[in-house]
């Protein structure tokens, strides 16, 4: 049973930074892309980053150059670094994995291109 358990929210003031993990179990993790999405208030779910089997990554246009996705795939494990947080970085954020559609070469960054997600993890950015 795949298991995605996001960690690493909080509140922090603009220009701050946070590092969210995301613990994986159940399935063979290296195989996988992974994905960051994110849900803000009254908004719908958007993808954020996301990285392949082999660490090709992958961002969306509004986080270019202030986020980095990472994965260590000797601890199953995934990462979102935040710099220089916004109030607009507010939001819920997701991990998700996927084996479907997964290219090494170009992590998908749909979501419905993502067959199991965390419970999520709150980041509250006030100005």
């Known amino acids: 049973q795949v298991q995605l358990v996001e960690s690493g929210g909080g509140s922090v003031q603009a220009g701050g930074s946070l590092r969210l993990s995301c613990a994986a179990s159940?399935?063979?993790?290296?195989?996988?892309?992974m994905g960051w999405f994110r849900q803000a208030p009254g908004k719908g779910r958007e993808g954020v980053a996301a990285i392949s089997s082999v660490g090709v990554t992958r961002y969306a246009d509004f986080v270019k150059g202030q986020f980095t996705i990472s994965r260590d795939n000797t601890k199953n494990t995934l990462y979102l670094q935040m710099n220089s947080l916004k109030p607009e970085d507010t939001a819920m954020y997701y991990c998700?994995?996927?084996?479907?559609?997964?290219?090494?070469?170009?992590?998908?960054?749909?979501?419905?291109?993502?067959?199991?997600w965390g419970q999520g993890t709150q980041v509250t950015v006030s100005s």
């Open positions: 159940g399935y063979t993790y290296s195989a996988y892309c």
């Open positions: 998700a994995a996927t084996v479907d559609g997964c290219a090494w070469y170009s992590p998908p960054l749909r979501e419905t291109s993502y067959n199991y």
